[in-house]
């Protein structure tokens, strides 16, 4: 089941001139057909670029069970008071009414591989001829102990946008005068490697307004964090003295959390707080468990294609995706959706499928202005995706640059938005 | 239980006598054995001295290879540059051959020098309806061009740049003898929407001339034209063949898609610029220019570094087509 680059490419594009077609209308009766799951970074894109480049000769089903999609890139915004949570929410209609994609808001329930068709909670199932897999992370149970979902409420994770984000939102603005926030960092790997210590630096930024005397505890089992460098200056210069680190050098690692009691015991010390944000270990979205796609807690694709290592006709994107060193962004699962939809309609259509090319840029907001930026250009290889090049902000750089980057980092919000829902 | 417990005390008396005998052989032994470990200590320390003076010995040796071979070295060095003096033509700079990698067409060239600064005065005529400079010079059209070098561009207080020039200098673009070069050659290769409305001086003697003019006014100038991280390229000038290379548009679709997740599709251009309705050759030569890392802003740089001659040709075609 294990395909090379090579011999998928080329399967693909000889099966779409001569063998598929007779196939494609067994299965479908008419147009091949793709189904998407999950309306994110990944599955959005993925849709919309399988819709737009076959000119109506692929059908386009997404699967996303909400209505309004908050994006949970850029929520440290909303929680830092810069951004509305309306600038954060987007829909699903310019997907169906310009690009004829066939929007189903349900939950996907599992995925028939014999059959090929996905199940519905709402009842009834979908047949695809080739499956796109978005369903991004869920959470290890016990990775936090004390914590699982029931608890989310008392202490939020806000790592799926939308009602967390709010929650959040509302627990920090309601500390008590010199309250202390907890922040339980997750151990590597996990979505959005800056986006705890941009939520650390946007939390920072409101309390220093309203509440300057309150303090930020995080909890990290982590050596090192992404933009550590450019973090610690910024927390240094703008909120110095409100912000303490403990790695796992001092226990950071050894967390249990009683959310009745609202106490986090680091390393047998035991801290009273006002708000505690877990965020919890991550893995795959849970359906991809559920159909034998994973290995471990994520799962393997081939990153020629982003198709699944163990099923030829499913690709799957974006953060439950494990395909070497690209981090689990946006704008990674974005990428790709491209190379993701390229193949596929390849596979189906026998349009022309070119090498894939991948990059990711993630901007964080340290406070008003000061943004920096970190990225990388990618390429896969027969064992992963590979970095090629990359380059990241520097410390000290002038005030004028750090502000052009933020301004830089909402022109990408805006560009990777309208690349997703149109 | 009598009988038992004189047998206990004999085995008990026994047991001290053996263990008597075998404390006093222990010691004994012990002490042997000391004896016996330092010895073979000596012995080591013996060795290992011997073995040092041997390093020793082997570094001379050394010392008197290489000192010979730099003295070989010298007088080679002698020789050729004797050989060399007495060749009146020296090794000429051999033609870039048409098999060279196209990349290689625009090519680094650190060895930019200033030319005549009086000629420059006169070349400087047709830049004085919009740009003054001396004692007195203030901002009119164009800024006045006094301490130019070294400062950041569209940083000069006072003056309304485009929003093109702002943006350059707040990506870190600074006016060395390099950029100032590429700017003045093609100004719109360097910054895609500058206001100076002004084609570029394309004869190269005319640059370094006028350069050496600019520079007088230069307050510390900065004679280091290799000093400046973004500027390693001469100049964007492009050779016909690259921009000849027509462009696959179906791979350009599929490239382009890589820059839309930025740069909106509808031409909006907060925050990042626009990069519709743009001109293809102007689209080639600045897709090179950070290439050559002569523009500055680092995720530009990263994205075309891995584009080659004939996939930005692709992605310009792309673009051209779809407008």
């Given at each position: 089941m294990k395909l090379n680059r090579r011999v998928f490419i080329g399967t693909g594009m000889a099966a779409a001139s001569t063998l598929t077609a007779p196939m494609v209308h067994a299965a479908s009766h008419g147009k091949p057909k793709v189904v998407v799951i999950g309306g994110g970074a990944g599955g959005a894109t993925a849709a919309r670029y399988i819709a737009k480049d076959s000119d109506g000769e692929i059908d386009v089903t997404l699967i996303e069970p909400t209505r309004s999609y908050y994006t949970c890139f850029f929520s440290n915004l909303y929680l830092?008071?810069?951004?509305?949570?309306?600038?954060?929410?987007?829909?699903?209609?310019?997907?169906?009414?310009?690009?004829?994609?066939?929007?189903?808001?349900?939950?996907?329930?599992?995925?028939?591989?014999?059959?090929?068709?996905?199940?519905?909670?709402?009842?009834?199932?979908?047949?695809?001829?080739?499956?796109?897999?978005?369903?991004?992370?869920?959470?290890?149970?016990?990775?936090?102990?004390?914590?699982?979902?029931?608890?989310?409420?008392?202490?939020?994770?806000?790592?799926?946008?939308?009602?967390?984000t709010e929650l959040l939102k509302a627990q920090v603005m309601a500390m008590p005068e010199g309250g202390t926030y907890v922040m339980v960092a997750p151990p590597n790997p996990y979505r959005c490697p800056p986006g705890p210590y941009e939520r650390v630096s946007m939390v920072a930024h409101v309390l220093k307004a309203n509440?300057?005397?309150?303090?930020?505890?995080?909890?990290?089992?982590?050596?090192?964090?992404?933009?550590?460098?450019?973090?610690?200056?910024?927390?240094?210069?703008?909120?110095?003295?409100?912000?303490?680190?403990?790695?796992?050098?001092?226990?950071?690692?050894?967390?249990?959390?009683?959310?009745?009691?609202?106490?986090?015991?680091?390393?047998?010390?035991?801290?009273?707080?006002?708000?505690?944000?877990?965020?919890?270990?991550?893995k795959a979205g849970h359906i991809c468990e559920a159909a034998g796609l994973t290995e471990g807690n994520w799962a393997p694709v081939d990153g020629a294609s982003m198709v699944s290592r163990l099923d030829e006709n499913i690709h799957i994107l974006g953060d439950a995706s494990n395909q070497g060193d690209m981090p689990k962004s946006g704008f990674s699962a974005n990428s790709q959706a491209k190379v993701a939809a390229m193949a596929v309609r390849g596979a189906l259509t026998g349009s022309r499928v070119f090498p894939a090319k991948y990059s990711n840029t993630c901007w964080s907001l340290i406070a008003t202005d000061d943004g920096v930026k970190v990225g990388a250009a990618y390429e896969p290889n027969e064992e992963k995706i590979a970095s090629v090049s990359s380059f990241v902000s520097q410390t000290g750089e002038d005030a004028a640059l750090r502000k052009a980057t933020y301004e830089e980092s909402i022109g990408w919000y805006e560009g990777i938005t309208s690349d997703m829902f149109g | 239980m009598t009988s038992t417990s004189g047998i206990f005390a004999s085995v008990l008396g026994?047991?001290?006598?053996?263990?008597?005998?075998?404390?006093?052989?222990?010691?004994r032994d012990h002490r042997e054995q000391e004896l016996g470990a330092l010895t073979d200590r000596i012995e080591q320390l013996e060795s290992s001295n011997a073995a040092l003076a041997d390093q020793a010995a082997r570094q001379d040796d050394l010392l008197a290879i290489v000192t010979e071979l730099e003295?070989?070295?010298?007088?080679?060095?002698?020789?050729?540059?004797?050989?060399?003096?007495?060749?009146?033509?020296?090794?000429?700079?051999?033609?870039?051959?048409?098999?060279?990698?196209?990349?290689?067409?625009?090519?680094t060239a650190t060895g930019l020098e200033f030319g005549d600064p009086e000629q420059g005065e006169a070349v400087f005529a047709q830049c004085r309806s919009c740009h003054q400079i001396g004692q007195g010079a203030t901002d009119r059209i164009g800024p006045h061009l006094n301490g130019i070098f070294g400062r950041?561009?569209?940083?000069?207080?006072?003056?309304?740049?485009?929003?093109?020039?702002?943006?350059?200098?707040?990506?870190?673009?600074?006016?060395?003898?390099?950029?100032?070069?590429?700017?003045?050659?093609?100004?719109?290769?360097?910054?895609?929407?500058?206001?100076?409305?002004?084609?570029?001086?394309?004869?190269?003697?005319?640059?370094?001339?006028?350069?050496?003019?600019?520079?007088?006014?230069?307050?510390?100038?900065?004679?280091?034209?290799?000093?400046?991280?973004?500027?390693?390229?001469?100049?964007?000038?492009?050779?016909?063949?690259?921009?000849?290379i027509v462009g696959d548009t179906d791979y350009g679709e599929y490239l382009a898609s890589e820059c839309t997740t930025c740069h909106q599709q509808d031409g909006s251009d907060q925050g990042i610029p626009s990069i519709t309705h743009w001109p293809t050759e102007d689209f080639v030569v600045a897709m090179h220019a950070y290439k050559q890392k002569l523009r500055p802003h680092p995720v530009m740089?990263?994205?075309?570094?891995?584009?080659?001659?004939?996939?930005?040709?692709?992605?310009?075609?792309?673009?051209?087509?779809?407008?």
């Amino acid at each position: 089941m294990k395909l090379n680059r090579r011999v998928f490419i080329g399967t693909g594009m000889a099966a779409a001139s001569t063998l598929t077609a007779p196939m494609v209308h067994a299965a479908s009766h008419g147009k091949p057909k793709v189904v998407v799951i999950g309306g994110g970074a990944g599955g959005a894109t993925a849709a919309r670029y399988i819709a737009k480049d076959s000119d109506g000769e692929i059908d386009v089903t997404l699967i996303e069970p909400t209505r309004s999609y908050y994006t949970c890139f850029f929520s440290n915004l909303y929680l830092g008071g810069f951004w509305d949570l309306e600038n954060l929410s987007h829909s699903y209609g310019t997907l169906a009414s310009d690009y004829g994609i066939n929007v189903v808001h349900d939950w996907a329930t599992g995925i028939d591989r014999d059959a090929k068709t996905v199940a519905l909670a709402g009842g009834g199932s979908v047949p695809y001829d080739r499956l796109i897999l978005s369903p991004g992370i869920d959470f290890v149970e016990g990775s936090v102990p004390g914590w699982d979902l029931s608890a989310q409420n008392a202490m939020p994770h806000a790592y799926k946008g939308g009602s967390q984000t709010e929650l959040l939102k509302a627990q920090v603005m309601a500390m008590p005068e010199g309250g202390t926030y907890v922040m339980v960092a997750p151990p590597n790997p996990y979505r959005c490697p800056p986006g705890p210590y941009e939520r650390v630096s946007m939390v920072a930024h409101v309390l220093k307004a309203n509440n300057p005397t309150a303090k930020i505890i995080i909890a990290d089992p982590k050596e090192n964090f992404s933009k550590q460098g450019l973090f610690e200056e910024g927390w240094q210069k703008h909120y110095s003295g409100m912000i303490t680190r403990i790695g796992p050098d001092f226990g950071g690692g050894n967390v249990t959390v009683d959310p009745a009691a609202m106490t986090v015991d680091v390393d047998g010390e035991l801290i009273q707080a006002d708000v505690v944000n877990v965020i919890p270990a991550q893995k795959a979205g849970h359906i991809c468990e559920a159909a034998g796609l994973t290995e471990g807690n994520w799962a393997p694709v081939d990153g020629a294609s982003m198709v699944s290592r163990l099923d030829e006709n499913i690709h799957i994107l974006g953060d439950a995706s494990n395909q070497g060193d690209m981090p689990k962004s946006g704008f990674s699962a974005n990428s790709q959706a491209k190379v993701a939809a390229m193949a596929v309609r390849g596979a189906l259509t026998g349009s022309r499928v070119f090498p894939a090319k991948y990059s990711n840029t993630c901007w964080s907001l340290i406070a008003t202005d000061d943004g920096v930026k970190v990225g990388a250009a990618y390429e896969p290889n027969e064992e992963k995706i590979a970095s090629v090049s990359s380059f990241v902000s520097q410390t000290g750089e002038d005030a004028a640059l750090r502000k052009a980057t933020y301004e830089e980092s909402i022109g990408w919000y805006e560009g990777i938005t309208s690349d997703m829902f149109g | 239980m009598t009988s038992t417990s004189g047998i206990f005390a004999s085995v008990l008396g026994g047991a001290a006598l053996v263990l008597g005998i075998a404390y006093g052989w222990t010691a004994r032994d012990h002490r042997e054995q000391e004896l016996g470990a330092l010895t073979d200590r000596i012995e080591q320390l013996e060795s290992s001295n011997a073995a040092l003076a041997d390093q020793a010995a082997r570094q001379d040796d050394l010392l008197a290879i290489v000192t010979e071979l730099e003295t070989a070295l010298a007088t080679a060095l002698d020789e050729a540059e004797a050989a060399r003096q007495a060749t009146p033509v020296a090794l000429a700079e051999p033609e870039p051959s048409a098999a060279e990698e196209p990349e290689t067409v625009i090519a680094t060239a650190t060895g930019l020098e200033f030319g005549d600064p009086e000629q420059g005065e006169a070349v400087f005529a047709q830049c004085r309806s919009c740009h003054q400079i001396g004692q007195g010079a203030t901002d009119r059209i164009g800024p006045h061009l006094n301490g130019i070098f070294g400062r950041r561009a569209g940083a000069h207080d006072g003056f309304n740049y485009s929003d093109d020039m702002a943006m350059m200098g707040s990506d870190g673009l600074t006016w060395t003898i390099e950029t100032l070069n590429a700017y003045l050659e093609n100004p719109k290769a360097l910054v895609s929407r500058t206001r100076m409305n002004f084609a570029g001086l394309k004869d190269a003697d005319d640059r370094a001339d006028i350069l050496a003019y600019l520079r007088q006014f230069s307050a510390s100038p900065q004679n280091i034209p290799e000093a400046a991280p973004t500027a390693q390229a001469r100049e964007v000038e492009l050779a016909p063949e690259v921009l000849a290379i027509v462009g696959d548009t179906d791979y350009g679709e599929y490239l382009a898609s890589e820059c839309t997740t930025c740069h909106q599709q509808d031409g909006s251009d907060q925050g990042i610029p626009s990069i519709t309705h743009w001109p293809t050759e102007d689209f080639v030569v600045a897709m090179h220019a950070y290439k050559q890392k002569l523009r500055p802003h680092p995720v530009m740089q990263m994205m075309a570094s891995r584009l080659s001659d004939e996939e930005i040709a692709a992605l310009a075609a792309y673009f051209a087509e779809s407008e």
